[in-house]
């Protein structure tokens, strides 16, 4: 079965300072596409980074990074310099090749002022 | 920008009546998706649409269905409310093939459904 496993449901992290957001995998395909996305309180999912799997480096945007471990099926998030307004649901997603998106159970993160 | 439209952002219904969700895209996507949002469980595919009149299940396809009669818009049916489809709901639009597979999805902003 194709999976995608968010372990932590919530995390908590000082302004400033940086989270990492935890996710894994499970598919034997070897071309897919990961994401992650953003749903701040009553509003809009918004994608934030997306990870093509045959690229060997991390994509990054701006604050936000992966860390993309293709073997061990691993794509984590990292947000640096967390700002309030990065407090919202994070959401793992994996199209595992195809055009529809398989999502993880969501991270809740608190910026704690 | 992508606009993904869903009309009703907040419904109460009774068990047993008939329920339609609408949405509209405005960006010309081929594809067009229903999610179904629960706390613990994250977001799950109810049915996926990538043109006109064409249609396919996702994970949780019982008790519902779709309609897409024109391409900028994607109906989701509850033939019969229950209780059980409490839940929120989001309807999403991408570009289809041959850009295919890993173009952005775009989201509505959901549909809050109670059933009582």
């Known amino acids: 079965a194709q999976t995608v496993t968010q372990s932590q449901p919530e995390m908590s992290v000082q302004e400033a300072e940086t989270v990492t957001l935890s996710c894994t995998y499970d598919t034997s395909e070897s071309d897919y596409y990961l994401f992650w996305y953003k749903q701040p309180p009553s509003r809009q999912m918004i994608l934030v980074i997306r990870?093509?799997?045959?690229?060997?480096q991390n994509a990054t945007e701006n604050r936000f990074s992966v860390n993309f471990q293709k073997a061990a099926k691993s794509f984590s998030l990292k947000i640096s310099d967390s700002q309030l307004g990065d407090a919202a649901m994070y959401f793992c997603a994996n199209n595992f090749g195809n055009e529809k998106l398989t999502f993880g159970t969501g991270t809740r993160l608190t910026i704690i002022p | 920008d992508v606009k993904v439209t869903q009309s009703s952002r907040y419904l109460v219904k009774r068990t047993g009546e008939k329920v339609f969700l609408e949405c509209v895209q405005d960006?010309?996507?081929?594809?067009m998706f229903w999610y179904r949002q629960d706390p613990g469980l994250g977001l799950r595919l109810i049915y996926f649409?990538?043109?006109?009149?064409?249609?396919e299940k996702g994970d949780i396809p019982e008790g519902y269905s779709v309609s897409r009669e024109k391409k900028e818009r994607f109906s989701l049916i509850l033939e019969s409310a229950s209780t059980n489809q409490t839940s929120m709901y989001l309807c999403a639009s991408s570009l289809g093939s041959p850009q295919g597979a890993g173009n952005t999805i775009y989201f509505g902003e959901g549909s809050w459904l109670t059933v009582v």
């Open positions: 990870q093509e799997a045959y690229k060997q």
């Open positions: 960006m010309d996507h081929e594809n």
């Open positions: 649409s990538y043109d006109v009149k064409m249609k």
